[in-house]
Each structure stands twice: as C-alpha cells, then as structure tokens.
C-alpha cells in the first residue's frame, strides 16, 4: 500500500547545510513560529525512511536522533504507514470514552503483556509523555490516598506545570514558568561520574540518603510515588549504578509507595531490552511510556498492576484524543515490527557497535571524561582536559561538525556537555559506522 519508494540508506550531500531552499523556508519559520521553540539542525524536511532524513535541497542526513527516540524502528516504516492508511480510511476519531474499538484494546494487551512483572496489569493510553506522567501521578495518589511523590536531581518528565515541577534543570525548561506543583520532593541520584563520596559504595550511600530524606523530612507514610527514569534521558543518559533499581523497588514496596519508571526515552527495544528496568529484573508497580511506541504518531501509555489502574472511578481518567485509533494502528504496527525483525537483539547490535566506535574515540580524545547507556542508548561526557569541568564549547563544535557534514545528532546533560546517540535501530551497520567516521573528523577537528 506504501506508494514512495524508500530512500536509499546513504548520506548525501548536494549544497551546504543548510541549503539555499531551507534557508528561505526557516525565515518564514522565524516569521510564523514562536520563539520559544528550540531547533537541532537548521533544515526543513521533506521526507525520511528508517535512519535518513531527506532535506528540500536534496540533502540526505544521517538520523543519529530518531526525533528523540521516537522512530526506533525506523522513519515510515512500511508496518506502522500500511496500518496507518486502512486506519484513517476506516475511521479517524470517536473518542475511546464514547465509542471504543479494537486497537486500543490491542495496544492495551500488548502492553499489559510486554511490560515485566509476574502480575495482572492494566493500561490506558494518552497522548504525551508529560501527560502519561501526570496520569501515573493522579492514579498513584488516588490508590494510596498519599500527597508526596519523590524524583530524582537530573530528572526529566516533561513541560507541563505537573511535570515541570517533577523535572530537575531550571534552564529551558522551568525558568520563568513558575509557580510549580507542590509536594514533589527531589533527592540525590548516584551519578557516579559526579559522586562526591566514595564510589564504591555509592549504591547504599545513596540509598542512606535518600530514605533519610524521605523518613525524615517527609515522613514514608506521605509518600504516593517514587518515580525515576531507569536511565535518565535528558539528564545526559546517567545510568544508576547496579543494585540502586532493586533497592529503590525494594525500599517502595516495604513502605507503601507506588514503584514507577518513566520508560518514555527507555522503552520499546531501544536498550536492548524492551523495556529498560528488564536488565536488573525489576517489575515497577506503574510503567509510563511513550517515544517508541507508535513510530512518531502522538501516543503515550501507563500500565501498572491491576488494582492500582482499577482503583480510579469510571471517567477519573480519560481525554478526548487519549488512544487515538490512528496512533493505536502505528502502535500494532510497532509492536509488529519489534517482535518480526527481532529489534530488542538489533538494539543490542547497535549498542556494540556504538560502543566500540565510542571507546576508540574516548582513547584518542582526553575530553571525553565517560561513554554511558546502554543498547541504541549511549552518550558521551565532554569536560576541559584534567577536570570534571563541563566543556560545552567542545560539545557545540562536534555537534555542528557532524551537522555540516549529514549527520545530526542531539545534545542533553545538566551541565550541556553531553551528546546523546540515539538512532533508529533499524539503521545498518555500513550508516552507523559512516556517521561515527563522520563523529571522529569532528573530534579531530577540535
Ligand atoms: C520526553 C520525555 C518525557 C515527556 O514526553 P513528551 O511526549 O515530550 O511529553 C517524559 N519523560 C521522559 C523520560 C522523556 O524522555
């Protein structure tokens, strides 16, 4: 049913980046849009597949981002476009609170069955990470009749005013858009890079600090929710060390607390496991995902255990556009795709390859201070030569290196020092190894 052709899996360059023709339409994009939008790479697009980007001057660039994470099984993929086709000829809209059907339900299963934990789980689907989030909040607190949820420094879970508050950086995201939502508390996350303390036994002093925090400051018993990304996304992809999620889970249940991890960035094969807390057996009492789950079409998911989505009264959850059947069909098509081209172990792929081109790099270059993720998910750490001091000049150049030469690639970290690799997982292996030739000339020309 597809009828364009694919693009060809090849960076091509035909003017400068950007051309003459996106220069032109950006000047209509600073007429027409608000300021407040930020933009990676200054090209307008006309088409993509799987990991190449298509400009209106004929670039071909190399897609290192996925739309932050979103196209993990490829831009347009033929699975999510054919679905997506029958869908909007079926129907477009009715609203699942006022007429369902049946991909809703099939996206619902198909969570419920793909997140981890040995018990009966239930979903209901949204539209945005920020406000999956919210939702996991509000069902939280409504099932413990608790006010406080916990979140970790480094932390991002969106822009609303719920989620703003629950995000750590002041800078972009909350400077000036106060006042925040109350009772959120945060507490210390072992970034091991960072960590002041001793290092080996960063995972139980960071656990001391913060059910002392909750225990003393907030009171356990006040607690709703512990909620942490498994590998923080926007933070600069800082990954907790290993034991610090069990414990975390442990310390939840023993107290009450509702467990969630904000999949949104982690889940749906980009770490090499579909879902990111599956590399220490962790089984959270709520999920929130979005990203990856429907190709780029508007879509986001709580799933958690049974009696906890079911505590909530019938209409205590809900929204007009919540589990649109367009984003419902793409999602199938998704789920589809994963499972058929086996994407959790290609995710594991790309992660070896990443991480080798990554570790040449980091042997040549003293400023790479640490290589971090896991799986499509991986991020280096760039600092002033013998320090921990950020160098957000260093990171600035590569980016706009790779950008001149087809291939964009995405920045994160407290501190802006951070570049963050996340392609579709589909890309092939000949694409990745160009654009890391590609992140070398860059380094070299520091
Ligand atoms: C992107 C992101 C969100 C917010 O998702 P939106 O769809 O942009 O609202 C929340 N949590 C994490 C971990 C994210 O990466």
């Not at 476009?81 to 299963?109: G, K, L, S």
């Not at 949104?264 to 590399?279: D, L, P, S, Y």
């Amino acid at each position: 049913m597809t009828t364009l052709t694919s693009l060809t899996q090849e960076r091509r360059l035909v003017t400068a980046i950007p051309g003459p023709k996106s220069l032109e339409a950006l000047q209509r994009r600073s007429e027409a849009t608000s300021g407040g939008l930020g933009m990676a790479i200054p090209v307008i697009i006309e088409r993509a597949s799987d990991a190449i980007l298509l400009d209106i001057d004929g670039n071909q660039i190399i897609d290192l981002g996925s739309g932050i994470g979103v196209t993990t099984v490829g831009n347009s993929t033929s699975r999510v476009v054919d679905r997506v086709i029958e869908q909007a000829q079926a129907f477009t809209h009715t609203c699942f609170t006022v007429a369902p059907y049946m991909n809703y339900i099939e996206v619902c299963e198909k969570l419920n069955a793909a997140v981890p934990g040995p018990f009966k789980k239930k979903s209901v689907l949204v539209n945005s990470g920020a406000e999956a989030v919210e939702n996991a909040i509000k069902i939280a607190r409504h099932y413990t009749k608790r006010p406080a949820i916990v979140v970790f420094e480094h932390s991002y879970h969106g822009r609303t005013n719920l989620t703003m508050a629950l995000t750590a950086k002041n800078m972009p995201y909350k400077e000036g858009f106060g006042p925040f939502a109350p009772e959120i508390y945060r507490v210390p996350m072992p970034y091991s890079l960072r960590w002041l303390g001793d290092k080996k036994t960063i995972t139980e002093d960071a656990m001391e600090m913060i059910t002392h925090k909750i225990e003393k400051e907030i009171g356990a018993h006040n607690v709703a929710a512990i909620l942490i990304e498994p590998i923080q996304g926007e933070g600069g992809f800082i990954v907790p060390p290993k034991g610090f999620l069990p414990a975390l889970s442990k310390y939840s249940t023993e107290n009450g607390i509702i467990f969630i991890a904000d999949e949104v960035q982690t889940g749906f094969a980009r770490t090499g496991h579909m879902f990111a807390v599956e590399e220490e057996g962790v089984f959270p009492d709520m999920v929130v995902t979005a990203k990856g789950i429907a190709g780029g079409l508007p879509l986001a998911a709580v799933t958690g255990r049974a009696e906890i989505m079911d505590s909530v009264h019938a209409s205590g959850l809900g929204g007009t556009y919540g589990g649109n059947p367009l984003a419902c069909a793409a999602s199938l098509g998704v789920f589809e795709t994963i499972e058929e081209e086996n994407l959790v172990a290609r995710a594991a792929h790309i992660g070896e390859i990443l991480g080798k081109s990554l570790r040449a790099l980091a042997a040549k270059y003293p400023i790479i201070a640490e290589i971090r993720g896991r799986g499509a998910m991986q991020a280096i750490e760039l600092v002033m030569p013998g320090t921990l001091d950020p160098n957000t000049a260093a990171m600035s150049a590569v980016v706009k290196y790779c950008q001149s030469k087809g291939v964009l690639v995405l920045t994160a970290g407290t501190y802006s020092n951070v570049i963050r690799f996340l392609p579709p997982v589909v890309i092939t292996d000949e694409l990745l190894l160009d654009a890391m030739g590609v992140l070398e000339e860059a380094f070299a020309s520091l």
